[in-house]
């Protein structure tokens, strides 16, 4: 829980206008189970090293095999907690997905992201996952500063339109 949970679960009650309900499970387990698949990402990615070093964590206990298999099942629960929070639920408004599917598909068509050292499964996940993670930012950008800049910007373009300029 404290990898994201904690510091979600207070934000997400202090703005909901209904009553305390189990509407929250979805969305806490959303953001746990994806911070969850990052740990184990980054457990699995310094394996070697961890293991030279001496170190004990999940990966090491579970062994290779079993951490992706837990990190897969981790990631399925948390794109389906994702599905009801941002589609069922709407607590992220739709506009804001289909800027971070732009965002997420601009990033993948650019670079064309390659695992750099080695070509087991889990290298995989960084082709996919950093361009993700820069588009949620980008989304989450867009979400907070968009009304805000278009309220600023709309009276203006307004003004342009009607004199014909714009």
């Not at 959303?30 to 911070?35: E, G, H, Q, R, T």
């Not at 698949?37 to 990966?59: P, Q």
């Not at 069922?88 to 993948?108: D, F, R």
Request: glycine content about 8%; some cysteine; charged content about 15%.
């Amino acid at each position: 829980m404290m990898l994201a949970g904690l510091q979600f679960l207070p934000a997400y009650m202090i703005y909901q206008n209904r009553p305390m309900d189990f509407y929250w499970l979805f969305p806490f387990t959303f953001v746990v189970a994806i911070s969850l698949y990052g740990e184990l990402y980054n457990e699995l990615r310094d394996l070697e090293g961890d293991l030279k070093a001496g170190l004990r964590h999940t990966a090491i206990l579970l062994g290779a095999r079993r951490s992706y298999g837990l990190m897969m099942l981790i990631l399925s629960i948390g794109a389906y907690c994702g599905f009801v929070t941002i589609f069922l639920m709407g607590i992220i408004p739709t506009w804001v997905v289909w800027v971070l599917i732009g965002a997420a598909l601009g990033l993948y068509l650019l670079p064309m992201y390659h695992p750099r050292r080695r070509r087991i499964a889990y290298a995989l996940h960084e082709s996919f996952q950093k361009p993700i993670e820069i588009a949620g930012a980008i989304a989450l950008g867009a979400h907070f500063a968009g009304p805000w800049a278009w309220a600023a910007i709309s009276p203006w373009a307004i003004m342009l339109i009607r004199l014909k300029l714009f």
